[in-house]
């Protein structure tokens, strides 16, 4: 375990907070009960499970797409089960950072456009970069080495490794408090997972940005400070 990561701006407030958490999906016969999270600030902590254990589920709670049956969500001093739909959107936006297992990216846009829509739809993201949200893509996409030549193409001319590391500086641009990844390495190879990994982490150290990351893959186990797993019946 390392230090204890205290960010300047949320104190001692967990990044992730969860309590008795379940939820539903209609045609289940019992109710999916997930354990209970604590994450520190900047910790990055690893919850696997095999396919079906609901990590899915878990992360579109967290991330305020879907609410729970029972239990309670705290994000970074928010209890965001708590809030409206549109209440729920806006502190998506501004401060959580999503890497899709599909990476999501918008298909008709270029990579650094990609990367800077997070700043268009939030105003704390963009002042997060000292309104030059370009400039930090810019860097973010170099950091992690997409050859600047593709930085104006349309996403889908580039490798799934680029637009995997494309959805990272999308997910870190403007500091978020909370990265949530899910399984973005299962089209990687076992070299080219690591090292995204390694950067993906170093960077959100940087930015001491949260990072709560599912996979059924237990081997990246030990790039995290914690893990926790999810059971067949979690
Ligand atoms: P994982 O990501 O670990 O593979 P999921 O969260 O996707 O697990 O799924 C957990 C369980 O919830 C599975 O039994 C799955 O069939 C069910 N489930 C997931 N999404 C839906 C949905 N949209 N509608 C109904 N059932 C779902
Ligand atoms: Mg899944």
Same mark, same amino acid.
């Given at each position: ?35 209970? %999270?604590? @994450? &520190?600030?900047?910790?990055? @902590? ?11 589920t878990?992360l ?9 049956? *029972?239990?309670? %969500? ?9 809030? /409206? ?11 959580i ?6 990476? &999501? ?5 270029? *990579?650094? *456009? &990609?990367?800077t ?13 000292g309104n030059?949200?370009?400039?930090? #893509? ?6 992690? *080495? ?32 909370l990265i949530? #990844?899910?399984?973005?390495?299962? #089209?990687?190879?076992?070299d080219?997972?690591?090292r995204?990994?390694?950067? @993906? @982490? ?5 930015? /001491? ?26």
């Open positions: 375990m390392r230090n204890k990561a205290t960010q300047a701006d949320t104190g001692d407030i967990p990044a992730v907070q969860t309590r008795g958490l379940s939820f539903t999906w209609p045609g289940q016969q019992q109710p999916m009960a997930f354990p209970d %999270i604590d @994450l &520190n600030p900047g910790d990055h @902590l690893f919850i696997h499970g095999p396919s079906g254990s609901g990590k899915s878990l579109n709670l967290l991330a305020g797409m879907i609410l729970p049956g *029972a239990g309670d %969500i705290h994000l970074l001093g928010t209890r965001i089960d708590a809030l /409206r739909a549109g209440a729920r959107d806006r502190f998506r936006a501004d401060h950072g999503v890497i899709f297992q599909q990476f &999501n990216l918008v298909p008709y846009l270029s *990579a650094l *456009a &990609n990367v829509l997070p700043c268009r739809l939030s105003a704390q993201r963009l002042a997060r970069t030059q949200a370009e400039t930090q #893509a810019r860097q973010l996409l170099d950091q992690l *080495a997409i050859p600047e030549d593709h930085w104006h193409r349309g996403v889908t001319r580039l490798s799934i490794g680029q637009q995997q590391r494309v959805a990272a500086a999308r997910a870190l641009i403007g500091a978020p408090g949530l #990844a899910d399984e973005p390495t299962s #089209a990687l190879d076992t080219n997972r690591d995204f990994l390694d950067l @993906l @982490l170093k960077l959100a150290e940087r930015s /001491r940005s949260s990072v709560l990351f599912v996979s059924h893959d237990r081997s990246l186990a030990q790039h995290f400070h914690q893990q926790i797993a999810l059971g067949e019946s979690a």
